[in-house]
């Protein structure tokens, strides 16, 4: 992904972390590393070291904490994810100081 970065490629994107059930299965999980089988860190990390000064956006949201809507669209779930996405830009800012 840094290559595509430092080529200014990337416009935008779309943080999401899916979880792999099996060969062709997968859910759309919380953003967190942890949570789902995308390393979140390495994939900001190949952002940040590529210089890429584009927005960043969660993608899709559970719906969680009894919300009710639009299905993929939950908007606590994508604030959650908006907050972990910046905490880990953040991050990175300050060890590259």
Same mark, same amino acid.
Request: one cysteine or more; proline letters at 0%.
């Given at each position: 992904? @840094?290559?595509?970065?430092?080529? !200014?490629?990337? $416009?935008?994107?779309?943080?999401?972390?899916?979880?792999?059930?099996?060969?062709?299965?997968?859910?759309?999980?919380?953003?967190? @590393?942890?949570?789902?089988?995308? !390393?979140?860190? $390495?994939?900001?990390?190949a952002l940040f070291d590529g210089g890429f000064d584009g927005y960043i956006r969660p993608d899709h949201g559970r719906m969680i904490w009894a919300e009710t809507g639009r299905p993929g669209y939950g908007l606590y779930d994508r604030a959650l994810g908006l907050t972990y996405l910046n905490g880990i830009w953040e991050a990175l800012e300050r060890q590259s100081k």
């Open positions: 992904m @840094t290559e595509f970065v430092k080529k !200014d490629r990337v $416009a935008c994107a779309h943080g999401r972390n899916i979880k792999f059930e099996g060969e062709h299965k997968f859910y759309e999980s919380a953003h967190l @590393t942890s949570e789902g089988s995308l !390393d979140m860190y $390495a994939i900001m990390k």
